[in-house]
């Protein structure tokens, strides 16, 4: 089983950035679609990006396109969402997940979690 560790969330006040990382373990991963999902307090969790095996395609929520970028590193293990232009709605713990058939936004379909990292946005 893969595991996950998310790392890079923090405190940041709106309109600023940050830059998340997921190292997995295995040596697998690019067998692996990578999705990213978050979860607000009081509110189910939720898609918000993921990217195909080779990182060629990659995919988001209507609520964070044109501001979150997700890329991955296969050589590293590693998948990054860079996340620009944070709002105080974008608070939430956010997690990375595998899935070794092609992605989805139903966080049902994914086979294994990171315990997540916080995200804070200040207005």
């Known amino acids: 089983q893969v595991q996950l560790v998310e790392s890079g969330g923090g405190l940041v006040q709106a309109g600023g950035s940050l830059r998340l990382s997921c190292v997995a373990s295995g040596r697998t991963f690019s067998s692996y679609a990578m999705g990213w999902f978050r979860q607000a307090p009081g509110k189910e969790r939720e898609f918000a990006a993921a990217i195909s095996r080779g990182g060629g395609t990659s995919y988001y929520a209507d609520s964070v396109k044109g501001r979150f970028t997700i890329s991955r590193d296969n050589a590293k293990n590693t998948v990054y969402p860079q996340m620009n232009g944070l709002k105080p709605e974008d608070t939430a713990i956010y997690y990375c997940?595998?899935?070794?058939?092609?992605?989805?936004?139903?966080?049902?379909?994914?086979?294994?979690w990171g315990q997540g990292t916080q995200v804070t946005v200040s207005s």
């Open positions: 997940a595998v899935r070794s058939r092609a992605h989805s936004e139903s966080p049902q379909a994914y086979d294994s």
